[in-house]
């Protein structure tokens, strides 16, 4: 049993990889856009910030959803 | 292992720290108390600061109040637009409060925004501006009418949105918070010394301050469609 609630648990935090993903091709976009118009770095960095908290939040869905899983469970 | 879970359950549970003996009794938990803390904080912040207002030769102590106040709600203003600016005081003093509320587990209290049920509050409350501030601005009618644009087959998809946005606020909040609580957890418990505080400084204030930014900016995201 226990082996399947660490099994579930980390399945949970696949999540994880899309945040991951997602950030990545935001701050590339970013440090493109930056190289492009260096001007906008205050404006595009508050937009990154912005957009990496919001992508982050799949992944700590996950981690929520494992934690739950490992406390609950057990 | 059975340690660590023992440790995370009870920071979990927000116990009643006690009861108010009417209407059959009130438990007051512990999350109201520290939010009792913050809001003592905040008022006598607020009442230091606001004392003896002059219009001309303003003294030190009115510079960097009205510094703070301009430059939080210029922040917001930025983000709700000029149709929804009148309600940049209720998103102001929701953007402190999460700020601090997030910030005060570094001065030992149990952070507030950990307990599911104030998140959830304070996501109710949010959509219940966003609601009101449509129906204030178009009208009930208008308003109904909005919930069928840009075309009617989106009608359940904009419905079921009132339900899943402060879902959406409430678990990104405490899921945020609690992650970063038990990312530091785990990290005191493998090296006590040191790394804690590199870590603390980006999981617990950076983030912490960022997640009660991202919330009012979503908040004022939201207005700002309501009222358009």
Redesign the interface.
Known sequence: MNTLIAIGAGIAVLGGLGAGIGIGIATGKATEAVARQPEAEGKISKTL??GC??A??TA??G??IA?MI??ML? | MGNL?ES??EE?NCETVFTIPIFGGIDISESVVVTWIIMAVMVLIAFILGRNLRIDHISKRQAIAETIVTKLYSMVEGMTGPEGMKYTPYLVTVLVYIGIANIIGLFGFKSPTKDLNVTAALAIMSIILVEFAGIYQHGVKKWLHKFTEPIAIVTPINILEVFTRPL?LC??L???V??SF?IMKLIEMVVPIFLPTVFSLYFDIFDGL??A??FV?LTSLYIKEAVD
């Open positions: 910030i912005l908290a919001l982050e939040a700590i869905y981690f929520v934690l490992i406390i057990q | 879970t995370l359950m979990l959406s678990m990104r405490f899921g945020n609690l992650g038990v960022l997640q930014y991202v900016f």
